[in-house]
């Protein structure tokens, strides 16, 4: 039997749930790539997981990590005045650090569905 390539999942947008109530008028959004085979390499020694494979906490340089190669746009992002932020990987950075660990885990969890699938299939 021949050697199949993992397929990944498809890109997505998502909403952080801070951004998510009915008072929000126009939430944020980033869009989720999640991660090659390849680059799970990197993160698997910063994850610290239960017995039950859910994660217990993630390094800052995994965190880090996960957002620089999961996370490639986003939208209705503004500055302190409402302008509208153009998206870089540096000004994510910026973004409050509970909706960064947010992300950085639906990026992780988005690249592991993957992984399950694939061994569900």
């Known amino acids: 039997m021949a050697l199949e390539l993992v397929e990944g999942v498809d890109p997505f947008w998502y909403t952080p749930e801070a951004q998510q109530g009915e008072d929000v008028e126009e939430p944020a ?23 039950d494979g859910l994660i217990k906490s993630i390094s800052g340089s995994g965190i880090n990590y996960l957002l620089k190669k999961g996370v490639t746009d986003w939208r209705n992002v503004t500055d302190g005045q409402g302008h509208a932020v153009k998206f870089s990987s540096v000004r994510l950075l910026r973004v409050d650090i509970g909706v960064q660990q947010e992300l950085a885990g639906k990026v992780f969890d988005a690249s592991m569905l993957a992984e399950d699938e694939r061994k569900n299939s």
């Open 29 to 51: 959004a980033f869009y989720i790539r999640p991660l090659t085979q390849g680059q799970l390499h990197y993160v698997f020694p910063e994850i610290a997981t239960d017995d």
